[in-house]
């Protein structure tokens, strides 16, 4: 019987070990069947190491008991006559996730951070912006008479205190700062302050700018020093009528009129608080089309649901070559040239501009030189596990660079997770991280989330590689959760491989889109098939049911011909029949 | 909400059917612009697509393309809502989108065209001209339509718009919601003064110009100033009557709309009116030995009234700007039927030239198509002349309204046994029907028609004319 279950119920055996054995102590502790379910669990694990980038999470359940026993707690002494393991160069988010990481590994740990903890996404980026959005969420639903009136609500004359308002996101940016601070100072982690430089193999000085007067050896770096808004020559900033996202995050003002330049993630985002709180506002895209890096599909639907029904305009295919800031009762002046021909195509006279061409890597001042090492357009180059290349195309060892200062995947959690696969190898695994399984969000209202490839590029891919790709779509009209909730606009789109059942990408607008993706980015990351994950069982009704049919949507080939997968229920059998057994012993 | 077309009143008039059927159709401005300067405009219909066999009718989510943008051939140009996804709908042809005419969050039925496709740029002014006489004065599924393109209001605008007809901003800077908003309502932003910051024509400008009442932004306030608020709003809205308490308010459907809108419409027409009594003994003679024939009383006073149409054109042209008489080229004769929840005036065309057997087969057709509301746009709004019959409800004279665009409209009672008397004094009973036509008189003087009046009469009195 025991030796039955391990044998017929792989698949759901290591979906159960994947919630209990977090912490095996505790797992251990609370279950009364828990000495006999280890046996289950050993095989879990055993799966588990088949899997590319789940190894070091099941390594991590490992190593926890003993980091479990107590509290963890930053390494007391550094190997090698170090002063420190790891230095992380910078407390941002990425630089937050490694120190964590690293001293859950035991080792001794520095982050240096110059400016506030949490960088750019805690103080002026995903953090305040999600408070902005979650206000222009409301008011936009309280201003939508016809929406509301269709459900029955009546409100009137709904408005808004902006200074509260703006409160609102500094109050949530300093409570995620002070939790970050607090998370590395409860496990020990020594946060430095200053301005941190490399000046030699494994040595760190940090201190004011231009004055780095403490020296620090390590016998790792991490480059954690991110990124700050680009803004493109002839844009003059001044903070009040033209702007980065840095100041708009502080709702100074709701302008009339704003401009954006720059229709990417940062753009749309702000396009929809400013359009809520009344302002309207006009794109400036260099591309010939808005949301370039979306999934086409995915962005023109967006463009309807987003920008047509609102108070936007927009000027596609044109570069703001000039930004003159409004001064002496002039309003903001934008001049426009073709993106192609650079000719002049029209001056915009608006009451504000913000600036959302981008990011630009914030890696001045990190005495590179020292190390022969070149940044390319500013960022630094790093391979596959994010160790920095130098001038010649050699690894530098024990320098890595994680986050927006290396470019690869600009967004915070991918900042984090390259993080985290640093630890794992300093720790002796090696890890690569997939980049193609960490999804992205924009918090727009309805959200926009993908994860993996756009159909053009699968199918770019596809053509290379010779192989199949198929696309399934859902509407979130046929969901009857969004439906309850009126928000029937959304698609969810899949790219799949019928010949494997890999999933490629999946991209999704809709209600709460954002974290619906996780879904399939799990799969991704876990490398599940469509044949197996659209057996899963969804509760109904909810949203993620959208994905649920799409899943079974798609048409694997191989699916039937896979060897005879025992139903779950024998599992939950046998469990009951442990269960019952261990009872009727008590 | 703006001139929103009806459903059925979407086309231009001056399209014809083969515009429907996508064929490319180049035609000279319109018969009646035939000028010296041929205008060899190329202008299309984007249709509402059935995209489901039981689909009837199709909201527009939005427009993907927007007035005076550029398309090819395979663009999505349009959104329309099905009854699980919206579907992009794209277009078979090159060309400028020069006008909407059925904005987003509107239905049309299958088939009806929702927007123009001009082929150049020089075409886009007749087309937004065209869209201009549709949502102004073509509505016409009610009262008879105009084979007009632009009935007297719209007219001066597209003149003067037309170099840029849709362009915003040349002159005063518009905010984003009153490009939209002008777009929407068709308002020349040009002529908008902008009260904004810096001279900037803002929302509300737009809606001032397009005549809407600005949003009860007094309904707030009211908590504040609960007295003063019913006071302010009786002013501006003087011509609203007060609601009458526990009244059901049904608005308008698009059709009813469009008849409303017409009719206030033709209040800027100077018309009178003519009666005239008739004697139809005969014709009611002529008319049991047709009727096995399937021939309706409709089309023989249809055939009646074109062929005294042939003889007095006057009668049969119009006037379009107030400075000229418009000669139709064809006579044809729209027919008010009342249909579930409106009229609409089905065209028989040419009645001149056809036979009252043709013409009595095209009506059947007609009449199925208009009450299942299936009329192609230039089957109710082509006609020349009109003609309205209460006669079958015994009513024996009534006075109808001009629609606009034509020249003339003709009101048609019971015929009745009448005791008359004859040239010698001898009584006898005789059926008599009184005929009441109602003419715009800056191109139709009263001796014209009493002339044709009378020529109508005696087609009438003597009607073997008519089998001929």
């Known amino acids: 019987m025991h030796s039955g279950v391990a044998v017929s119920a792989p698949a759901s055996a290591s979906a159960i070990a994947g919630g209990g054995a977090r912490s095996e102590a505790a797992a251990a502790s609370r279950r009364p069947g828990g000495i006999r379910l280890c046996g289950l669990r050993g095989e879990a694990l055993a799966r588990g190491s088949l899997r590319i980038s789940h190894a070091?999470?099941?390594?991590?359940?490992?190593?926890?008991?003993?980091?479990?026993?107590?509290?963890?707690?930053?390494?007391?002494?550094?190997?090698?006559?170090?002063?420190?393991?790891?230095?992380?160069?910078?407390?941002?988010?990425?630089?937050?996730?490694?120190?964590?990481?690293?001293?859950?590994?035991?080792?001794?740990?520095?982050?240096?951070?110059?400016?506030?903890?949490?960088?750019?996404?805690?103080?002026?980026?995903?953090?305040?912006?999600?408070?902005?959005?979650?206000?222009?969420?409301?008011?936009?639903?309280?201003?939508?008479?016809?929406?509301?009136?269709?459900?029955?609500?009546?409100?009137?004359?709904?408005?808004?205190?902006?200074?509260?308002?703006?409160?609102?996101?500094?109050?949530?940016?300093?409570?995620?700062?002070?939790?970050?601070?607090?998370?590395?100072?409860?496990?020990?982690?020594?946060?430095?302050?200053?301005?941190?430089?490399?000046?030699?193999?494994?040595?760190?000085?940090?201190?004011?700018?231009?004055?780095?007067?403490?020296?620090?050896?390590?016998?790792?770096?991490?480059?954690?020093?991110?990124?700050?808004?680009?803004?493109?020559?002839?844009?003059?900033?001044?903070?009040?009528?033209?702007?980065?996202s840095d100041h708009a995050l502080k709702l100074e003002s709701v302008p009339d009129w704003i401009a954006i330049v720059g229709s990417g993630y940062i753009g749309l985002e702000f396009s929809d608080v400013y359009t809520a709180l009344g302002s309207e506002v006009t794109f400036v895209e260099a591309l010939d089309q808005l949301m370039p890096g979306f999934d086409p599909e995915i962005a023109k639907l967006a463009q309807r649901v987003l920008i047509n029904t609102r108070k936007i305009d927009y000027h596609t295919g044109v570069f703001a070559s000039k930004i003159t800031p409004a001064k002496d009762g002039k309003p903001v002046l934008i001049e426009l040239i073709d993106a192609k021909t650079k000719e002049h195509r029209e001056t915009l006279e608006v009451d504000a501009a913000l600036i959302a061409t981008g990011r630009a890597p914030f890696t001045n001042g990190l005495g590179l030189e020292n190390i022969n090492v070149v940044t390319q357009r500013g960022f630094i180059p790093v391979d596959e596990r994010m160790q920095v290349t130098d001038a010649d195309g050699n690894v530098v060892p024990n320098l890595f660079c994680i986050g927006d200062a290396n470019g690869k995947l600009m967004l915070a959690h991918a900042a984090s997770a390259q993080g985290i696969s640093v630890i794992e190898q300093i720790s002796g695994r090696d890890h690569i991280l997939n980049h193609l399984s960490i999804p992205a969000a924009c918090f727009t209202h309805p959200e926009i989330s993908m994860v993996g490839l756009t159909e053009p590029q699968a199918r770019e891919k596809a053509d290379k590689e010779g192989f199949e790709v198929s696309v399934v779509k859902t509407s979130f009209k046929a969901n009857t959760k969004a439906l309850a909730e009126n928000e029937g606009d959304g698609i969810a789109k899949l790219i799949y491989r019928p010949d494997t059942g890999e999933i490629l990408g999946v991209h999704i607008l809709g209600l709460h889109a954002a974290d619906l993706i996780h879904e399939a980015s799990n799969a991704m990351a876990l490398g599940t098939r469509l044949q197996d994950i659209k057996l899963a069982v969804h509760a109904h009704p909810t949203l993620s049911e959208v994905l649920d049919e799409l899943f079974k949507a798609a048409k694997p080939k191989e699916g039937q011909e896979r060897k005879p997968k025992h139903p779950p229920q024998l599992l939950l059998k046998v469990l009951s029949f442990i269960t019952s057994v261990l009872s009727s012993k008590q | 909400m703006a001139a929103t077309p009806a459903p059925l009143s979407l086309s231009a008039s001056a399209l014809s059917a083969r515009l429907r059927l996508a064929a490319p159709a180049s035609r000279a401005a319109s018969a009646r612009r035939r000028g010296p300067m041929v205008v060899r405009a190329k202008i299309r219909e984007i249709f509402m697509p059935a995209l489901s066999s039981t689909m009837t009718e199709g909201k527009i989510v939005s427009w993907s393309a927007a007035e005076g943008d550029r398309v090819t051939k395979g663009d999505a140009v349009v959104v329309v809502e099905s009854d699980k996804a919206d579907m992009d709908v794209e277009t078979f042809y090159d060309g400028i989108v020069a006008a909407v005419l059925v904005p987003a969050g509107e239905s049309a039925p299958v088939g009806a065209p929702i927007a123009l496709l001009a082929e150049s740029e020089e075409d886009v002014a007749l087309a937004v001209a065209q869209a201009q006489a549709l949502s102004s004065g073509q509505a016409q599924q009610a009262p008879p339509p105009s084979?007009?393109?632009?009935?007297?209001?719209?007219?001066?605008?597209?003149?003067?718009?037309?170099?840029?007809?849709?362009?915003?901003?040349?002159?005063?800077?518009?905010?984003?919601?009153?490009?939209?908003?002008?777009?929407?309502?068709?308002?020349?932003?040009?002529?908008?003064?902008?009260?904004?910051?810096?001279?900037?024509?803002?929302?509300?400008?737009?809606?001032?110009?397009?005549?809407?009442?600005?949003?009860?932004?007094?309904?707030?306030?009211?908590?504040?100033?609960?007295?003063?608020?019913?006071?302010?709003?009786?002013?501006?809205?003087?011509?609203?009557?007060?609601?009458?308490?526990?009244?059901?308010?049904?608005?308008?459907?698009?059709?009813?709309?469009?008849?409303?809108?017409?009719?206030?419409?033709?209040?800027?027409?100077?018309?009178?009116?003519?009666?005239?009594?008739?004697?139809?003994?005969?014709?009611?003679?002529?008319?049991?030995?047709?009727?096995?024939?399937?021939?309706?009383?409709?089309?023989?006073?249809?055939?009646?009234?074109?062929?005294?149409?042939?003889?007095?054109?006057?009668?049969?042209?119009?006037?379009?700007?107030?400075?000229?008489?418009?000669?139709?080229?064809?006579?044809?004769?729209?027919?008010?039927?009342?249909?579930?929840?409106?009229?609409?005036?089905?065209?028989?065309?040419?009645?001149?030239?056809?036979?009252?057997?043709?013409?009595?087969?095209?009506?059947?057709?007609?009449?199925?198509?208009?009450?299942?509301?299936?009329?192609?746009?230039?089957?109710?709004?082509?006609?020349?002349?009109?003609?309205?019959?209460?006669?079958?409800?015994?009513?024996?004279?009534?006075?109808?309204?001009?629609?606009?665009?034509?020249?003339?409209?003709?009101?048609?009672?019971?015929?009745?046994?009448?005791?008359?008397?004859?040239?010698?004094?001898?009584?006898?009973?005789?059926?008599?029907?009184?005929?009441?036509?109602?003419?715009?008189?800056?191109?139709?003087?009263?001796?014209?028609?009493?002339?044709?009046?009378?020529?109508?009469?005696?087609?009438?009195?003597?009607?073997?004319?008519?089998?001929?």
């Open chain 2, 147 to 468: 084979d007009a393109d632009a009935p007297p209001p719209p007219s001066p605008p597209p003149a003067a718009a037309a170099p840029a007809p849709v362009a915003a901003g040349t002159k005063g800077v518009a905010t984003p919601q009153a490009k939209k908003l002008a777009k929407q309502h068709r308002v020349d932003l040009a002529k908008v003064t902008g009260t904004g910051q810096f001279g900037r024509i803002t929302p509300a400008d737009v809606e001032a110009a397009a005549g809407i009442q600005p949003k009860p932004k007094v309904a707030p306030p009211t908590a504040a100033a609960p007295v003063a608020a019913p006071s302010v709003r009786a002013v501006p809205q003087a011509s609203v009557l007060p609601p009458v308490p526990g009244a059901t308010v049904v608005p308008f459907t698009a059709m009813q709309a469009a008849v409303s809108k017409n009719m206030v419409e033709s209040l800027s027409v100077p018309a009178f009116r003519v009666g005239y009594p008739i004697l139809t003994d005969k014709l009611d003679e002529l008319y049991e030995k047709v009727k096995p024939k399937g021939v309706t009383m409709t089309v023989l006073l249809a055939k009646a009234a074109a062929m005294a149409l042939a003889q007095y054109p006057v009668v049969n042209a119009s006037c379009r700007d107030g400075a000229s008489f418009t000669y139709n080229s064809s006579i044809n004769i729209a027919v008010a039927v009342a249909i579930d929840g409106g009229l609409i005036t089905p065209v028989l065309e040419q009645a001149d030239k056809l036979d009252i057997y043709l013409l009595s087969q095209k009506w059947k057709e007609l009449v199925k198509k208009a009450r299942a509301k299936q009329l192609q746009p230039n089957e109710y709004n082509s006609g020349t002349f009109t003609l309205s019959n209460l006669g079958m409800f015994g009513v024996d004279r009534f006075d109808a309204i001009l629609p606009p665009g034509q020249g003339a409209i003709m009101a048609v009672g019971a015929s009745k046994p009448t005791v008359t008397a004859d040239k010698d004094g001898f009584f006898s009973v005789k059926n008599k029907m009184l005929v009441n036509v109602t003419a715009d008189h800056r191109i139709v003087y009263g001796a014209d028609l009493a002339a044709f009046l009378q020529t109508f009469a005696k087609i009438i009195e003597d009607p073997e004319s008519l089998t001929l």
């Open chain 1, 56 to 244: 070091p999470a099941a390594a991590r359940r490992v190593a926890a008991p003993r980091a479990a026993a107590a509290a963890p707690q930053n390494g007391a002494v550094a190997g090698g006559g170090f002063d420190y393991d790891l230095v992380i160069i910078g407390a941002g988010v990425g630089g937050h996730g490694a120190a964590l990481h690293a001293v859950e590994e035991g080792l001794k740990t520095a982050i240096i951070e110059g400016d506030v903890v949490g960088g750019t996404c805690v103080n002026r980026g995903c953090v305040p912006s999600k408070a902005l959005l979650a206000v222009s969420g409301r008011m936009r639903e309280l201003h939508d008479e016809h929406h509301l009136k269709s459900m029955g609500l009546q409100v009137s004359s709904p408005g808004y205190d902006r200074q509260a308002v703006a409160d609102h996101a500094n109050n949530l940016a300093s409570k995620i700062r002070s939790n970050l601070t607090n998370s590395m100072k409860a496990i020990g982690v020594d946060i430095l302050t200053g301005f941190g430089t490399i000046v030699g193999k494994q040595k760190v000085r940090y201190g004011k700018v231009g004055f780095p007067d403490k020296e620090i050896t390590a016998k790792n770096i991490i480059i954690a020093t991110g990124s700050v808004p680009f803004v493109p020559k002839g844009i003059e900033i001044d903070g009040k009528t033209v702007f980065t």
